[in-house]
């Protein structure tokens, strides 16, 4: 599984010693306020998710990273692409730590995921789903380049839906 360094984050595969952390991470009611019904995750299930990520990769090729900051070592929670719920597309998601909030992690992440989904995987449009509510998370996706397309309904909750195509991409931003 590849990984990606960006000028302060690495993005690597995820592994066993990282079960704990994302446990953490999806237990945080702040960070899952605006992810699905907005409800943290047990145990229980957020392993179910985790086992699921590493299961992606192993059937896809390309999945989410674990998001390691370079300077400390430390887990500050994930990014990459994956099918969007029930279709065909890819999606740039992401998920951080509250406090690396603020701090241009996941825009940083989410420019660099676009790269490798255009640059290393051809795909030819990934999409993104936010929360109307998520206005951080709507200006993330609109500064690496996505356009509002539409409001739709993934994930138990009503979104709006942004899309890039390959030709709209501008590789030459810098991470």
Not at 15 to 39: H, K, N, P, Q
Not at 95 to 112: D, I, K, V
Not at 128 to 141: F, G, L
């Amino acid at each position: 599984m590849p990984m990606i360094e960006t000028p302060r984050l690495l993005l690597r595969p995820f592994t066993s010693d990282d079960r704990d952390e994302f446990v953490l991470l999806c237990a945080d009611r702040d960070v899952m306020r605006f992810i699905g019904t907005g409800e943290p995750q047990s145990r229980e299930r957020a392993e179910i998710r985790f086992n699921a990520l590493i299961k992606h990769w192993n059937d896809h090729g390309f999945g989410l990273w674990a998001a390691i900051e370079q300077s400390s070592a430390e887990f500050i929670g994930f990014c990459g692409l994956q099918f969007l719920e029930k279709t065909p597309e890819i999606e740039v998601g992401y998920r951080l730590a509250r406090r690396f909030w603020g701090m241009g992690f996941a825009t940083e992440a989410a420019r660099a995921s676009l790269r490798y989904g255009f640059e290393e995987l051809g795909l030819d449009r990934i999409v993104a789903v936010v929360q109307p509510e998520n206005i951080a998370s709507c200006r993330v996706v609109e500064k690496i380049g996505l356009r509002y397309v539409k409001d739709a309904r993934f994930y138990q909750t009503d979104v709006k839906y942004y899309a890039i195509t390959r030709e709209e991409y501008c590789p030459d931003e810098p991470i």
